[in-house]
């Protein structure tokens, strides 16, 4: 089955706690990004990787880093400087999406 | 600054009937426009995509048109499903940087 996986599909954070989203594609393709949506907004870039061993802050990556060692794997860490984690984090390669991550902070 | 703008925000509307939902851009330099449809608590789907070139795009019941010169695209729904009820997203694709400026959303609620 193709496509792109996203896991967990529901993750809690404790306050002062960094946690690691995980994304994997199977679809061979070299750009892969990651997306936060929060409700009444648009989905807003947070990283990209155009290739392996590179990736690009996007516009909120403050709070946020990621690692590009495989083609297939661009997982997010959520920091404990990002002071309002609580959101919808989507994984994307070229225009498809994963199934999204749901982040709360307890 | 790259914007899109949807219209309206939300609508409810009977099964059976039609609707139809607006994107306004003022991206450039433009390379694609795609339609998305978001299911709560779920990742979006790609319903259609339009280069600069094209007017229209069928998927199903779903029909989407593009006008470049006034920077308009509008999703019209046939027939509406109650399985319709979802977020529905307008992103446009900005030449040679493969970024995307996604709207805000149309939240469509189907009612029996």
């Known amino acids: 089955d193709g496509g792109i996986t996203q896991s967990p599909k529901y993750l809690f954070r404790k306050e002062g706690q960094n946690v690691t989203l995980s994304c994997e594609q199977n679809l061979n393709h070299d750009a892969m990004y990651w997306y936060r949506q929060d409700p009444g907004q648009g989905l807003r870039l947070i990283y990209y990787?155009?290739?392996?061993?590179?990736?690009q802050k996007g516009d909120i990556a403050e709070g946020y880093s990621v690692s590009r060692e495989k083609k297939e794997s661009f997982p997010l860490t959520v920091t404990s400087a990002q002071k309002n984690p609580t959101a919808f984090y989507l994984c994307a390669s070229k225009a498809f999406f994963g199934q999204g991550t749901r982040l709360t902070v307890v | 600054k790259n914007q899109v703008e949807q219209s309206p925000q939300s609508l409810i509307i009977l099964e059976g009937k039609n609707c139809t939902l607006q994107?306004?851009?003022?991206?450039?330099?433009?390379?694609?426009l795609r339609w998305y449809k978001q299911d709560t608590g779920r990742g979006p789907v790609s319903l259609t995509i339009m280069t600069f070139s094209e007017n229209t795009k069928s998927n199903g019941r779903y029909t989407a048109t593009l006008d470049a010169d006034t920077k308009q695209s509008s999703l019209h729904i046939t027939a509406s499903q109650l399985s319709d009820s979802a977020s529905y997203i307008c992103?446009?694709?900005?030449?040679?940087?493969?970024?995307?400026?996604f709207g805000t959303g149309t939240r469509l609620l189907v009612s029996p």
């Open positions: 992103v446009v694709s900005v030449t040679g940087f493969q970024k995307l400026v």
């Open positions: 994107c306004n851009y003022t991206v450039s330099p433009f390379s694609n």
């Open positions: 990787s155009q290739i392996v061993n590179d990736f």
